[in-house]
Structures are given as structure tokens and as C-alpha cells.
């Protein structure tokens, strides 16, 4: 088993939509979540964080935590074709690095 | 404000070589990362650093070597370049605080070894 599944998708919505994209870790002990989009070609960017359960609003973005399911989300909402990207789930165990997933390809359709 | 740096952006190198992968921050940050991103394998971590002088393995560190004299700098050096070893390499960096664990990527390397 993977320590952060992701499903690789793609995930397509229309434009307008929300997205959903979902994310399973598998160690317990995991404090420190992040959401992190990667455009084809480039570098992966931090667009949230997460430490406690429940929502985290930042804009377009919420990210949900359920440490009970071992599960995280990430919802963009006005979903536009700037969103098409790759997004990693990744998890912060102990106090070293971060582990990610493999990532869920988006893509918006205009 | 430059952040992160990562030098040189593209590689190009022999079977057999050694290279070197630069990675340079300016945010004093305590932690520093080398990972590799490959399709259908995800970014891996190759090694990290806690501080100047203080190195650990990643899950992928065999063939490569990390020093980390200054805080600023974390260079990464495959011994003896095998073409397993072409990937896209990125160097990230954290604050050593515990009021934030959040990471930040550089520019990223490719490197092909023929």
C-alpha cells in the first residue's frame, strides 16, 4: 500500500464546476497536510495547508481534513481552464520530509 | 527576493560522469531537500538536511552524495551518473520553526544521462 494514494485521473469538469480531488494517507501519526499544483513543465507550488480537522477556506480553495478516515480534499470551486494542472497531496510525517502522492491530473473545459 | 535557486536548469551528461546540481535559498531556512520526479513514481526524496552539517537518506539516496557546509546551499552530486538517474530533480527548502512545516520548491533540474 502506498503511503498517499491519489487517484491519477484526469478529473474533468466545465468551467464554473467544482473540483474535488481526493487524497487517502496511510500513517496514522500524519500531523501536516499540503495541496500543492504542479503546472506541466515546472515546479510544484504550495496552495494549501492543512493541520486540524474540519475546512480550511483560502480564496477559490478549501481544503478538508478527517484524520478519523485518514483522508484530505481539496475543493476548487469557480473551477477555470487556469486550474488545469497537476495537484499533489502530500503529508508531513515525524518532522522530516514531506511524502506525496503521485498526483490527480485536472483539466477544466472551457 | 530570488527565494530558491536551482543551477543549471539542463543537463546533459555521459554514463559514468559525475555532476554536480546546485540549490541555493535565501529565506535562512533550516531544512533543505533534493527529490526527483519521474512518471509513474511521483517526487521521491533523495536526501534532506536539518542544518548545516546534518544530512540524512531519502528513500532513494544510493549513487548520490549531499553536503551542506553553509545553510544557504545543499548541493547534490551523482558519484558516477547512470541513465536511471535521468529525472527532474527539485531542491526544496522549510523553515526549521515548529509554526510551520510548509515547503517550497525550486525551479527544478533536468538531467539526462546518456
Known amino acids: 500500500q502506498k503511503e498517499v494514494e491519489q487517484n491519477s485521473g484526469p478529473l474533468s469538469v466545465p468551467e464554473g464546476a467544482i473540483a474535488s480531488l481526493n487524497c487517502t494517507y496511510s500513517d496514522r501519526g500524519s500531523q501536516s497536510f499540503f495541496w500543492y499544483r504542479q503546472y506541466s513543465g515546472k515546479s510544484p507550488e504550495l496552495i494549501m495547508s492543512?493541520?486540524?480537522?474540519g475546512d480550511k477556506e483560502d480564496g477559490r480553495f478549501t481544503a478538508q481534513l478527517n484524520k478519523a478516515s485518514q483522508y484530505v480534499s481539496l475543493l476548487i470551486r469557480d473551477s477555470q481552464p487556469s486550474d488545469s494542472a497537476t495537484y499533489l497531496c502530500a503529508v508531513l510525517t515525524g518532522r522530516r520530509a514531506l511524502t506525496f502522492g503521485s498526483g490527480t491530473r485536472l483539466q477544466v473545459q472551457p | 527576493d530570488a527565494g530558491i535557486t536551482q543551477s543549471p536548469r539542463y543537463k546533459i551528461t555521459e554514463t559514468g560522469r559525475q555532476v554536480t546540481l546546485m540549490c541555493h535559498q535565501t529565506w535562512s531556512h533550516s531544512y533543505m531537500f533534493w527529490y526527483r520526479q519521474d512518471l509513474g513514481h511521483g517526487l521521491r526524496l533523495i536526501y534532506y538536511?536539518?542544518?548545516?552539517?546534518?544530512?540524512d537518506k531519502g528513500e532513494v539516496s544510493d549513487g548520490y552524495v549531499v553536503s551542506r557546509s553553509k545553510t544557504e546551499n545543499f548541493p547534490l552530486t551523482l558519484e558516477s551518473a547512470t541513465r536511471s538517474q535521468t529525472s527532474v530533480y527539485f531542491c526544496a527548502s522549510r523553515s526549521g520553526t515548529s509554526a510551520s512545516y510548509e515547503q517550497y520548491f525550486g525551479p527544478g533540474t533536468r538531467l539526462t544521462v546518456t
Open positions: 492543512i493541520y486540524s480537522n
Open positions: 538536511s536539518a542544518a548545516a552539517d546534518i544530512t
